[in-house]
């Protein structure tokens, strides 16, 4: 079965400094790989997606992932932290084909003046 | 355009009631996902519509909760006899196609029940 693991629930970082939100995934096959940013009473937003491409993904906002299949993750990162950054980061796994998107637990990021 | 909108933004209803829930996807959009969000976790599947049929309603919990899409738009989720348990926020999204589509959220509907 498909899983995705996100390694903290909680990220603290002070602005201008770099941000990284760890991602592990569990699958039989290569899955589509996506990173979803959700803010207070907004709907969830889509940062970015690896769909066996280019293993360097770059998204919205500053953000990229990288695709490592040897490891099985999907880290998201970004050089230099804004507070408008300061939300919930999700990673998620789709089967190839597929239309169900499985969902890491949730990264809360919180951003320090 | 307009994106992806659900009613009400909340909803709080007593235990043993009925509530129903509804999603306007962006018009055009033949796929709709129902998921559920309970506190501290990823949003989970519920169901699938293609068109007006729900194509897979796996992560439907029970038969208390059932959704319609009569006529391949507006979708509502209906739950009956609500419980504690069932206080979450109800996410909403559409997708141009079935597979492989990004999938556009709404906002939620944040469901109590006391």
């Known amino acids: 079965a498909q899983s995705v693991t996100q390694l903290d629930s909680h990220v603290s970082v002070s602005e201008g400094t770099p941000v990284l939100l760890r991602c592990n995934y569990s699958?039989?096959?290569?899955?589509?790989l996506f990173w979803y940013v959700q803010h207070p009473n907004k709907g969830l937003q889509l940062l970015l997606k690896?769909?066996?491409?280019?293993?360097l993904v770059k998204g919205i906002n500053g953000f990229e992932a990288e695709f490592k299949k040897s490891e099985t993750s999907f880290h998201l990162t970004k050089p230099s932290a804004h507070m408008s950054d300061a939300a919930e980061y999700f990673c998620?796994?789709?089967?190839?084909?597929?239309?169900?998107?499985?969902f890491g637990s949730g990264t809360r990021l919180l951003v320090r003046p | 355009g307009a994106g992806v909108s659900q009613t009400p933004s909340n909803k709080v209803t007593e235990k043993g009631k009925y509530v129903e829930l509804r999603c306007d996807p962006i018009?055009?959009?033949?796929?709709l996902y129902w998921y559920r969000q309970s506190l501290g976790q990823g949003p989970e599947f519920l169901i699938y519509?293609?068109?007006?049929?729900?194509?897979?309603d796996s992560g439907l919990p029970n038969d208390r909760f059932f959704a319609v899409r009569p006529e391949g738009s507006v979708s509502t989720l209906k739950i009956q006899r609500t419980e504690r348990g069932d206080s979450a926020v109800y996410l909403c999204?559409?997708?141009?196609?079935?597979?492989?589509?990004?999938?556009?959220f709404g906002p939620g509907t944040r469901l109590t029940v006391l």
């Open positions: 690896y769909t066996s491409a280019a293993t």
């Open positions: 018009s055009g959009h033949t796929a």
């Open positions: 999204a559409s997708s141009p196609t079935g597979e492989g589509g990004e999938q556009f």
């Open positions: 519509f293609q068109g007006t049929g729900a194509a897979d």
């Open positions: 699958s039989s096959y290569s899955p589509s």
């Open positions: 998620v796994a789709r089967m190839d084909s597929s239309y169900k998107l499985i």
